[in-house]
């Protein structure tokens, strides 16, 4: 199923929306702007939580933890420096095997896979005022997890080019 992700141009706090191919709403994705603990929430139309994304603040790399009642918990971590490739590990909790995310992560093309076969795949859309996100999840995929680790490793990317762009106005 194809989804479309689309950030807000101006609003008080931090929200996306993700919409079907049709351009119904399926998921509000929404966080305050400021504050200590990094946090999003995915809502359905209902307004019941799908899932909630939370920052870990105490990690040697980029973390986030990936919470959706009544599943096992992911955690999304950016690997660490390799030369030899760029990408993100979902650490499924339980017996659930892992996630990999790789492709090219700063252009905002890459797939997820699991054990070597893709399930996902996301491309940014370049023609557009604000962030927008093609993510086309396979069949029988949790949708839900899949959007939530996009817009982690969209959060991640973004965070590394305002570091970048802070060392460089230094």
């Known amino acids: ?22 351009g ?43 919470a959706r009642p009544g599943l096992p918990d992911a955690k999304v971590k950016k690997d660490f420096i390799n030369i030899l490739r760029e990408g993100f590990t979902i650490d499924m909790e339980g017996d659930l095997p892992d996630l990999r995310i790789q492709g090219n992560i700063f252009e905002h093309n890459y797939s997820i896979l699991r054990e070597g076969t893709i399930i996902a795949e996301i491309s940014k859309k370049w023609i557009s005022l604000r962030d927008s996100y093609v993510v086309d999840v396979s069949d029988g995929e949790d949708a839900v997890l899949l959007l939530a680790a996009a817009i982690t490793v969209d959060r991640i990317t973004h965070e590394e080019e305002d570091e970048d762009a802070d060392k460089q106005g230094e």
């Open 1 to 22: 199923m194809r989804f479309v992700m689309k950030e807000r141009i101006f609003s008080l706090r931090e929200s996306y929306y993700i919409r079907d191919e049709q």
């Open 24 to 66: 119904q709403n399926l998921l509000e994705v929404t966080g305050r702007l400021l504050s200590i603990r990094d946090k999003l929430v995915l809502h359905d139309p209902r307004g019941n939580e799908a899932a909630t994304i939370t920052k870990q603040l105490i990690a040697l790399r980029p973390t986030y933890t990936i």
